[in-house]
């Protein structure tokens, strides 16, 4: 039997732009499944290709770094960014943005490893403090919980779900 080991990569800016359909299919995957994630439906390639273009710009000008991880076949299955450009008094700070799991590949620890391998470089750029916001009662709350994240609070009526819903967000933060 041949095991293959889960593959985690750092995008640079070129790749992430050479890669963009990915990162689509992987994106419109989550907002289509209803996760809230800054988007509304209807949700098509070119809206989700202007979002990815921005994020290879953004990476270009070091603002935030980008993680993937790809399948056995060296698709992408998940990706995370750590926002690093913050005020100069919040130098040890990053926000964590767009943890994204395609729902063929859930539950099988992807966003785990992405997260800890998030930490890692958090780390390694001198970050001790990150922060975050997700959609109260998603998945993803359980999961931030679940991966020793502390749940500050939480703010009535943030953001729509895709569909127009209202809903509350749940603020975390993490200690490096
Ligand atoms: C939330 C999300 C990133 C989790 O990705 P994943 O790769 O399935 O997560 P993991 O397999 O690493 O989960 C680890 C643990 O977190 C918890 N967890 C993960 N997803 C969960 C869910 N939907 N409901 C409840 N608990 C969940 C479980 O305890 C899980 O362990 P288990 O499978 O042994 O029970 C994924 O569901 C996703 O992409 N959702 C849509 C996008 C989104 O909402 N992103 C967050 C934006 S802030």
Known sequence: MTLVLPRIAMLDADTLTTRLDELCEVLENCVQGGASVSFMLPFDRDKSRAFWQNVARSVA?????VLVEEDASGAIIGTVQLITDQPEN????????????????????????????????????GKTVLVLDTSTGSGAETFYSRMGWQKVGEIPRYAL????EMTATSVFYKFL
Do not use: F, W, Y
């Not at 992405?114 to 780390?123: D, I």
């Open 61 to 65: 000008r070091n603002e935030r770094i």
């Open 90 to 125: 919040q130098p040890h700070r990053a926000d964590v943005s767009k943890l994204l799991v395609h729902d063929s590949a859930r539950r099988q620890g992807v966003a785990g490893r992405l997260m800890t391998q998030l930490e890692t470089v958090a780390r390694n750029c």
């Open 161 to 164: 779900m895709p569909d127009g």
